[in-house]
């Protein structure tokens, strides 16, 4: 099965405890414009019907969010590349900062608890137990290849 919604590169794919698949989208900028507002979209399984979930603009999100996200109890997540990663919760409005890492990821994925991983797109995993305190951190991977993406088995 062919699955397409909305336009821009499908930056990254996650589901959720419930079976829906999400994707975010994101065209790239051209001829030095600005990042375009970002897209997140949903496919249900329960009525195989996709939909665009949430639509938010650059600006709420520091101009530097690239397609990385996770899904948490129903709020989406998304976070910025450069520099320290920020973490944002896009699901509500006004959209709120809920974290600022100690790096720059590639991508993140709530595990459990109030933890969370990232990877730095270098071979580097990492684990934050308390996102009140991100500079408590630790690394939990050291691979000798770089990687951009990751999946964390929750039944451990």
Do not use: M
């Not at 249900?44 to 979930?53: D, F, G, I, S």
């Not at 600006?59 to 990663?85: C, I, M, Q, S, Y």
């Not at 890492?101 to 590639?106: C, E, M, R, V, Y």
């Amino acid at each position: 099965r062919r699955l397409h919604h909305g336009g821009g590169l499908v930056r990254q794919v996650r589901t959720d405890a419930d079976g829906a698949l999400y994707w975010s989208g994101l065209e790239t900028p051209r001829d030095g414009n600005p990042l375009p507002d970002g897209f997140i979209y949903r496919l249900r399984p329960e009525t195989n019907e996709t939909e665009t979930l949430l639509t938010f603009s650059q600006g709420d999100v520091g101009n530097d969010w690239w397609g990385a996200f996770d899904v948490r109890d129903g709020k989406v997540f998304v976070g910025t590349l450069r520099d320290r990663t920020r973490i944002y919760d896009v699901s509500q409005s006004p959209v709120r900062q809920v974290c600022e890492l100690p790096i720059s990821a590639t991508a993140f994925r709530f595990g459990p608890g109030n933890s969370l991983y990232a990877c730095d797109g270098q071979g580097v995993l990492y684990r934050f137990d308390d996102l009140a305190r991100p500079g408590d951190i630790q690394e939990v991977l050291r691979s000798p290849t770089p990687f951009v993406d990751f999946v964390i088995d929750s039944e451990r």
